[in-house]
């Protein structure tokens, strides 16, 4: 593994930054992320049972969070899984330091907040020596450029992503939260220096429901993507686990 680490400034403190660059080449397996979007932690952890060791990667996010999900996200670390506690935090520095410092202690491999710069720079200097990664929330994979206008943004979904990519860089993050639809240009300004977890998969043919920046996972990879954070299109099949197999297998396809 190549690791190279730079430091930097900003207006607060210099971050000396590490990155684990793709030389490390991921198994299809562990880029598979399925979400527990399920609507109690027994249903969680019937859905971690079925799947079994096809899966070695879970997100547990607010809904399972504000059910006892932290217990869970416990249990599935002390199982030898990774966990992504989806958490999107967003507040004042201060009260993002505390959050992130706790999340730090459960040994959960990624947590997100918003990629505004001073909840980044909070959350990259409050997880200290960990292993917690932290990811930057750009563009939430529901809205498109006509929901960013009703809000006032001045930007294409394309260009607001671009913008907060390269924050994120610039202040130490691990990586970034972002529809495949942006992956290559993410990489075309930052290169392989941050990891990208992409939402909204759907598998070809699939309904898109409330997302609308979706993309399959075949194609989605090709487009640049690390990891493929997949919940519904897995936990309501009809069989769980052959739906996780043929996605990691769809995954190793197009790697």
């Not at 009703?150 to 939260?177: F, P, Q, S, W």
């Not at 972002?178 to 909204?200: R, Y």
Request: net charge neutral; charged share 20%; hydrophobic share 45%.
């Amino acid at each position: 593994m190549t690791v190279w680490a730079s430091p930097i400034k900003t207006g607060r403190t210099s971050i000396l930054r590490k990155h684990f660059m793709t030389s490390k080449i991921l198994q299809p397996r562990d880029r598979l992320i399925v979400g527990l979007d399920v609507p109690t932690i027994d249903d969680a952890r019937a859905m971690v049972n079925t799947l079994g060791d096809t899966v070695s990667f879970y997100k547990i996010g607010m809904q399972q969070v504000f059910a006892g999900g932290l217990d869970l996200a416990q249990d599935l670390v002390d199982q030898g899984k990774q966990v992504f506690l989806d958490m999107k935090l967003l507040d004042i520095p201060n009260t993002v330091s505390k959050a992130i410092e706790n999340i730090a202690k459960l040994g959960v491999t990624f947590t997100t907040v918003h990629a505004y710069d001073h909840v980044l720079l909070a959350a990259v200097e409050a997880r200290g020596s960990s292993n917690l990664q932290i990811l930057g929330v750009t563009v939430l994979t529901n809205l498109d450029d006509s929901d960013l206008e009703r809000m006032g943004i001045g930007m294409t979904a394309g260009e607001l992503v671009l913008t907060r990519a390269k924050t994120a860089l610039n202040l130490g993050v691990d990586g970034v939260i972002a529809s495949a639809h942006e992956a290559s240009a993410i990489h075309s300004v930052v290169g392989d220096k941050l990891k990208i977890v992409t939402p909204g998969i759907r598998l070809a043919g699939g309904d898109a429901q409330d997302q609308k920046r979706v993309m399959t996972p075949s194609l989605a990879i090709k487009a640049g993507s690390d990891y493929l954070v997949v919940a519904r299109p897995v936990i309501q099949a009809q069989d769980p686990q052959r739906a996780a197999a043929l996605i990691i297998e769809e995954i190793a396809n197009a790697a």
